[in-house]
């Protein structure tokens, strides 16, 4: 157990090095918080505000970590452009300037701003804090180190091994795909900057979050003080090490350290065990930790190794008595995947014999551990009380519609559901058609019949499915009013077929059409 209280003093160091690493605001502070987050908001440094102020090319740029053109458009001397400048560009501003806009001497005092000096007095940030609009519109903002806001092309701006990052696009992918289902109890693993802990605090009662970092502790206490959300219970430690044997959840999410690297470097992503050990621990710890119907959700990265079947490998990295929805979203050769994390960290803009030696690293460990290629997706886990836990692995490298956290539900209740039909019962139920389900033929131009034909739903994991022509004109009439049966019998009619024979074959399509989701039980 590593129970630890955050913001004792600027700057608390613990067992990750952060050397080059500035202090830190106090998070023992929180009047200088909110008085900080009234003036944020007064002075419209809010997502909307600035998309406004800088338009949406700047703003995009931003993003990919370019700030040429945000540089630009703050040449001005409103408040919002000197907290542009200040938080998101950290350029140090005119002591005058700031003084109208933020209570200059109590950040000063508690840590966010220090003096730079200069003729005029300067002030500097000393976090990068950006605003991050919450999915009900919530103004909320996302403290992190300087620099580090985002990753990126520009790779990040420290290479510190305690470095805290912000939000990236695997922040938003698992806030964006967890189930928001009002519970008792969150589980933020690997908290960082605090982002799944903020969206947790809006629909669970207790938000525990842990990080083997305390820097990333400290820094998600300001997060969570700046966006004016309760604080959450923080602890340090690695994996579920600072969960109490007896302590269980509702929901256990984690962006882990995923990424499979010759040697432990940059604490926020190389996970420091071998290979993907980190992510099958985490997974196959989090099994009794799950209280019966919560989820644990993960983003993972897993090896693809010669001679064994993707599939098997994570399958069995389940735990007992829990179902699991397991979608590959990607998979990178090892030359690709050994590039990406290297630009990620910046590596490239670096000494070229430096970059080429961790490259060559990066292959003589995929080569020892007969990786060829690294499998990217999400892992859902939900405790269930069924002696029949369901494990679906699929690989869905397609765009989806967020946020999913419907979605993933919706797919467990259909889980349910088909696990308590066996066909009989299926045929007696009655089903609807998905909202936005189109029907596409597939076949040689100027064919009289299709080679096959395609049901797509556009919502959710906008699906594709194959199906016949029976399975075609069975989703197509079910409106919930006739049971599959009855329908199958017109259908065995219209097109001259045995009814038995139809009412034998067709429950498996049946099956896959309710497990996909095009068709919803009524
Ligand atoms: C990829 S970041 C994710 C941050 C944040 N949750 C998000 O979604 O943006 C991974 C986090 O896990 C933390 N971490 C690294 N190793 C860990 C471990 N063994 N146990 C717990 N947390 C760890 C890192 O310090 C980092 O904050």
């Given at each position: 157990?590593?129970?630890?209280?955050?913001?004792?003093r600027a700057?608390?160091?613990?067992?990750?090095?952060?050397?080059?690493?500035?202090p830190?605001?106090?998070?023992?502070?929180?009047?200088?918080?909110?008085?900080?987050?009234?003036?944020?908001?007064?002075?419209?440094f809010?997502?909307?505000?600035?998309?406004?102020?800088l338009?949406?090319?700047?703003?995009?740029?931003?993003?990919?970590?370019?700030?040429?053109?945000?540089?630009?458009?703050?040449?001005?001397?409103?408040?919002?452009e000197?907290?542009?400048?200040?938080?998101l560009?950290?350029?140090?501003?005119?002591?005058?300037?700031?003084?109208?806009?933020?209570?200059?001497?109590?950040?000063?005092?508690?840590?966010?701003?220090?003096?730079?000096?200069?003729?005029?007095?300067d002030?500097a940030?000393?976090?990068?804090?950006?605003?991050?609009?919450g999915?009900?519109?919530?103004?909320?903002?996302?403290?992190?180190?300087l620099?580090?806001?985002?990753?990126?092309?520009?790779?990040?701006?420290n290479?510190?091994?305690?470095?805290?990052?912000?939000?990236?696009?695997?922040?938003?992918?698992?806030?964006?795909?967890?189930?928001?289902?009002?519970?008792?109890?969150?589980?933020?693993?690997?908290?960082g900057?605090g982002i799944?802990?903020?969206h947790?605090?809006?629909?669970?009662?207790?938000?525990?979050a842990?990080?083997?970092?305390?820097?990333?502790?400290?820094?998600?206490?300001l997060t969570?003080?700046?966006?004016g959300?309760?604080?959450a219970?923080?602890?340090?430690?690695?994996?579920f090490?600072?969960?109490r044997?007896?302590?269980?959840?509702?929901?256990?999410?984690s962006?882990?350290?995923?990424v499979?690297?010759p040697?432990?470097?940059?604490?926020?992503r190389?996970?420091?065990?071998g290979?993907?050990?980190?992510?099958?621990?985490?997974?196959?710890?989090?099994?009794?930790?799950?209280?019966?119907?919560?989820?644990?959700?993960?983003?993972?990265?897993?090896?693809?190794?010669?001679?064994?079947d993707?599939?098997?490998?994570i399958?069995?990295?389940v735990?007992?008595?829990?179902?699991?929805?397991?979608?590959?979203?990607?998979?990178?050769?090892?030359?690709?995947?050994?590039?990406?994390?290297?630009?990620?960290?910046?590596?490239h803009?670096?000494?070229?014999?430096?970059?080429?030696?961790?490259?060559?690293?990066?292959l003589?460990?995929?080569?020892?551990?007969?990786?060829?290629a690294v499998?990217?997706g999400?892992?859902?886990l939900?405790?269930?009380?069924?002696a029949?836990p369901?494990?679906?692995?699929?690989?869905?490298p397609?765009?989806?519609?967020?946020?999913l956290?419907?979605?993933?539900?919706?797919?467990?209740d259909?889980?349910?559901?088909?696990?308590?039909?066996?066909?009989?019962?299926?045929?007696?139920?009655h089903?609807?058609?998905?909202?936005?389900?189109?029907?596409?033929?597939?076949?040689?131009?100027g064919?009289?019949?299709?080679?096959h034909?395609?049901?797509?739903?556009?919502?959710?994991?906008?699906?594709?499915?194959?199906?016949?022509?029976?399975?075609?004109g069975?989703?197509?009439?079910?409106?919930?009013?006739?049971?599959?049966?009855?329908?199958?019998d017109?259908?065995?009619?219209?097109?001259g077929?045995?009814?038995?024979?139809?009412?034998?074959?067709?429950?498996?399509?049946?099956?896959?059409?309710?497990?996909?989701?095009?068709?919803?039980?009524?």
């Amino acid at each position: 157990m590593g129970r630890t209280a955050y913001g004792r003093r600027a700057g608390h160091n613990g067992g990750v090095s952060e050397a080059t690493l500035p202090p830190l605001p106090s998070a023992e502070r929180p009047d200088v918080a909110a008085r900080l987050r009234e003036a944020l908001l007064a002075a419209s440094f809010t997502a909307d505000g600035l998309l406004e102020l800088l338009g949406a090319p700047a703003y995009a740029a931003l993003a990919r970590s370019e700030t040429v053109p945000a540089l630009r458009a703050t040449r001005g001397d409103t408040p919002l452009e000197t907290l542009v400048r200040l938080f998101l560009l950290q350029q140090p501003v005119p002591h005058a300037r700031v003084e109208d806009v933020l209570p200059v001497h109590a950040c000063v005092e508690s840590g966010w701003l220090t003096r730079a000096g200069g003729a005029d007095g300067d002030v500097a940030a000393t976090v990068d804090v950006r605003p991050y609009g919450g999915s009900d519109g919530e103004d909320w903002f996302i403290v992190s180190d300087l620099g580090c806001a985002v990753g990126g092309a520009g790779g990040i701006g420290n290479r510190d091994e305690g470095v805290v990052l912000g939000v990236g696009g695997a922040s938003t992918t698992l806030a964006g795909i967890t189930v928001r289902t009002p519970v008792a109890s969150a589980l933020d693993l690997g908290t960082g900057s605090g982002i799944q802990a903020l969206h947790a605090a809006q629909h669970a009662t207790r938000v525990t979050a842990t990080d083997l970092n305390p820097r990333a502790l400290h820094i998600t206490a300001l997060t969570l003080a700046l966006s004016g959300v309760p604080a959450a219970d923080l602890r340090e430690g690695s994996l579920f090490e600072p969960v109490r044997d007896d302590e269980t959840f509702d929901l256990i999410v984690s962006n882990p350290p995923f990424v499979i690297s010759p040697g432990a470097r940059l604490t926020y992503r190389d996970g420091g065990m071998g290979g993907d050990d980190l992510c099958r621990s985490l997974v196959q710890q989090a099994g009794e930790r799950l209280n019966v119907g919560g989820f644990a959700q993960f983003l993972a990265n897993w090896q693809h190794e010669e001679g064994e079947d993707w599939q098997d490998r994570i399958r069995s990295w389940v735990p007992r008595g829990c179902d699991a929805w397991i979608v590959q979203r990607e998979v990178q050769d090892v030359t690709q995947y050994a590039e990406l994390w290297l630009r990620d960290a910046g590596d490239h803009r670096g000494d070229p014999q430096e970059y080429q030696a961790r490259y060559d690293a990066w292959l003589d460990e995929f080569e020892a551990r007969k990786v060829k290629a690294v499998g990217f997706g999400w892992i859902t886990l939900r405790r269930t009380a069924s002696a029949e836990p369901v494990i679906t692995v699929e690989e869905w490298p397609h765009p989806v519609e967020q946020p999913l956290g419907d979605t993933v539900r919706a797919h467990f209740d259909r889980v349910d559901y088909l696990r308590e039909h066996d066909d009989a019962s299926l045929l007696a139920g009655h089903f609807k058609l998905a909202p936005e389900v189109m029907q596409e033929q597939v076949g040689l131009p100027g064919a009289e019949d299709p080679e096959h034909v395609v049901l797509r739903q556009n919502r959710g994991m906008r699906r594709a499915t194959k199906v016949d022509t029976v399975g075609a004109g069975f989703a197509g009439v079910c409106d919930g009013s006739l049971s599959a049966g009855r329908i199958l019998d017109a259908i065995a009619q219209l097109v001259g077929e045995d009814p038995v024979l139809l009412r034998d074959r067709t429950p498996a399509q049946i099956r896959l059409l309710v497990e996909q989701g095009f068709l919803e039980p009524a």
